[in-house]
C-alpha cells in the first residue's frame, strides 16, 4: 500500500531558527496537505499543495509540492515557542480502480522549541 | 462557521464492551473520514463515508464499523473492545468524492480508554 516517509521524526530547535521537514513517497500523490496537532486536540489544515512545483505560503511557512509528485516539504522560518506540536504531512492518492480517493498521513514530526 | 464537532470528549469502557463515537461534519461537507491514533503515533486510517455509503475502509477488523446519516453526521461503533483499542478517534470531514481538491477538517477527537 502506498506510504508515507516522513523527516525527521523530531527536533528540537532554538527560538528563532528556521524548520525544514519533509515527507516522501514511493508512489505519485495528487494533493500534499501539512498539518499541526497540538496536544488533546485534532490536527490543523496548515498548508494545501495541489500541483506538482506549487509553493504556497502561510505566514512564516512555506511549503511545496514536488516536480515527481512523490514528496513535500514544510519550512517554518523564525520559530517561536508556539510552534511547538506534531507537523504531519498527508497525500492524496491517485484514486483506486473505484475511483475513490484516500488520505495518507505521514508518521509526523515532533518539534519544540526552545527559548 | 462551526467546524467538525465529535462527541462525547471522553469515553471509558472495559474489555469487550461496545462503543459508540459521534461527528458532525462542517455544514455543506457530504465526506466524514476516521482516523485512529494511538498514543504518541501517527493517523491510521479507519472508514471513509460519503454521501451515506462507505466509499473506503482502513486495515482494521470487521468489530470496527460505522454509519452515516441523511444529515452526514457519521457514527463509528467498536466492538468487543479491547485494551488495544485505547486510542484518539479523529473525525474529519471534506466536500465530497466529486471534490477532489478538498482537504481534510479535523475535530478535536474522542479519546477512548478502554480499562
Known amino acids: 500500500g502506498q506510504q508515507l516517509n516522513q523527516s525527521p521524526q523530531s527536533m528540537f530547535i532554538q527560538e528563532g531558527e528556521d524548520v525544514s521537514m519533509n515527507c516522501t513517497s514511493s508512489?505519485?500523490?495528487?494533493?500534499w496537505l501539512w498539518y499541526k496537532q497540538d496536544p488533546g486536540e485534532g490536527p490543523v489544515l496548515l498548508i494545501a499543495?495541489?500541483?506538482?512545483?506549487e509553493l504556497t505560503s502561510n505566514g512564516r511557512l512555506t511549503a511545496q509540492f514536488g516536480i515527481t509528485r512523490k514528496d513535500s516539504f514544510l519550512n517554518i522560518s523564525a520559530s517561536i515557542p508556539s510552534d511547538v506540536g506534531i507537523y504531519f504531512c498527508?497525500?492524496?492518492?491517485?484514486?483506486?480502480?473505484?475511483?475513490?480517493?484516500?488520505?495518507?498521513f505521514g508518521t509526523g514530526t515532533r518539534l519544540k522549541v526552545l527559548a | 462557521e462551526a467546524g467538525v464537532t465529535q462527541s462525547p470528549t471522553h469515553l471509558i469502557k472495559t474489555r469487550g464492551q461496545q462503543a459508540t463515537l459521534r461527528c458532525s461534519p462542517i455544514?455543506?461537507?457530504?465526506?466524514v473520514y476516521w482516523y485512529q491514533q494511538a498514543l504518541g503515533l501517527g493517523l491510521q486510517f479507519l472508514l471513509w463515508?460519503?454521501?451515506?455509503?462507505?466509499?473506503n475502509r482502513g486495515n482494521f477488523p470487521p468489530r470496527f464499523s460505522g454509519r452515516q446519516f441523511p444529515n452526514y453526521s457519521s457514527e463509528l461503533n467498536v466492538n468487543a473492545l479491547e485494551l488495544e483499542d485505547s486510542a484518539l478517534y479523529l473525525c474529519?470531514?471534506?466536500f465530497g468524492w466529486g471534490s477532489p481538491n478538498s482537504p481534510l477538517h479535523f475535530g478535536n477527537g474522542t479519546r477512548l480508554t478502554v480499562t
Open positions: 474529519a470531514s471534506s
Open positions: 455544514s455543506g461537507h457530504t465526506s
Open positions: 498527508a497525500g492524496q492518492g491517485v484514486p483506486s480502480t473505484s475511483g475513490t480517493y484516500k488520505y495518507i
Open positions: 463515508y460519503d454521501e451515506g455509503e462507505e466509499r
Open positions: 499543495l495541489y500541483k506538482a512545483g
Open positions: 508512489s505519485i500523490f495528487n494533493t
